[in-house]
Nanobody
Framework: QVQLVESGGGLVQPGGSLRLSCAAS????????MGWYRQAPGKQRELVAD???????NYKDSVKGRFTVSRDNAKNTVSLQMNSLRPEDTAVYYC????????????WGQGTQVTVSS
C-alpha cells in the first residue's frame, strides 16, 4: 500500500517562509511526476507546482519566483520551499504523486494547513 505523508505546514506572517515536505512509502516501483496542489475555502483545488522525474518544473504564475519545488528520487520525497508568503497563499496544501506500483495511478497526501496572517 502506497502512502504519501506531508509535513511542514503552519502559521506564518506575511513575507515569511515555510518548507513543506512529502514522503512516499510502500510498494513503489517508480515515481513519475510529483507535485503540490492547494485548496482554499470555497475554492477549487489548484496546481501550485510540479516536477518530473528528470527535474523539469512547472509553477502557477502567482508563485513563480517565490516558491521552489524539488525532489529527491533516492528518498522518494518532494519539497516545496515557500518564500515571501502572502495572505492569499493560505490554503490546505496537498502532495500528489504519479506512482507505478501494481499499476500506474495518482496518490494524494492527507493535506497540511498553511496560514499566512499577521
Amino acid at each position: 500500500q502506497v502512502q504519501l505523508v506531508e509535513s511542514g505546514g503552519g502559521l506564518v506572517q506575511p513575507g515569511g517562509s515555510l518548507r513543506l515536505s512529502c514522503a512516499a512509502s510502500g510498494s513503489i516501483f517508480d515515481i513519475r511526476n510529483m507535485g503540490w496542489y492547494r485548496q482554499a475555502p470555497g475554492k477549487q483545488r489548484e496546481l501550485v507546482a510540479d516536477i518530473t522525474k528528470g527535474g523539469t518544473t512547472n509553477y502557477k504564475d502567482s508563485v513563480k519566483g517565490r516558491f521552489t519545488v524539488s525532489r529527491d528520487n533516492a528518498k522518494n520525497t518532494v519539497s516545496l520551499q515557500m518564500n515571501s508568503l502572502r495572505p492569499e497563499d493560505t490554503a490546505v496544501y496537498y502532495c500528489k504523486a504519479l506512482i507505478r506500483d501494481s499499476g500506474l495511478r495518482s496518490y494524494w497526501g492527507q493535506g497540511t494547513q498553511v496560514t499566512v496572517s499577521s
